[in-house]
């Protein structure tokens, strides 16, 4: 049985609880994170979540997502969960956390306080088919363009994290020559 991290607003443990629980209803506030790698050519991996994820199966997201486990930091299960879901890791930095709840048909809730990580891979991606159905590297224009057009796409935490974190991000294909 899995476990998730429930935390108060300050992220501060207040206990665990089992992972599928804490999804149901309204949910119940947990520590999660979202993990977004750009190549060196600026490019978004983005995935398509796979048909048999419990919350947004088969929509658009970011690299990878998932909890961290009691005593693990952000960091650690971001490289532990790019290797299980996408099949490389690579060295991570935090770029803030915000909280956010959001429902899922009838089905459950995301209530998590996450924490987003970035970091930079031009490597081969070998994904789990039980975690992503697809995956794509995306110029960071086209889905700004892609995410307005057609937002039931994509799940709404990228949406938000898009709009925190990376409003101001763009790839090398605008920037005037030196």
Known sequence: MEYVILVDEADKQVGLGEKVASHMGAGVLHRAFSVFIFNTKGEFLL?????????W?????????????EGEDYQAAGQRRLQEEMGFTCELSPVGSFIYHASYEDVGS????CSVLTGT???AVVPDP???AEYSWVDFNELKKD???????YTPWFKLELTQFFADAKDGADEEPV
Do not use: I
Request: proline residues 8%.
């Open 147 to 153: 995410v307005a057009a057609h937002p039931e796409k």
């Open 130 to 132: 039980d975690e992503a």
């Open 110 to 113: 995301e209530n998590e306080l």
């Open 121 to 123: 891979y031009d490597g």
């Open 47 to 55: 995935q398509k979540r796979s048909a048999g994820k419990m919350l």
């Open 57 to 69: 199966p088969l929509f658009w997201t970011n690299t990878c997502c998932s909890h961290p486990r």
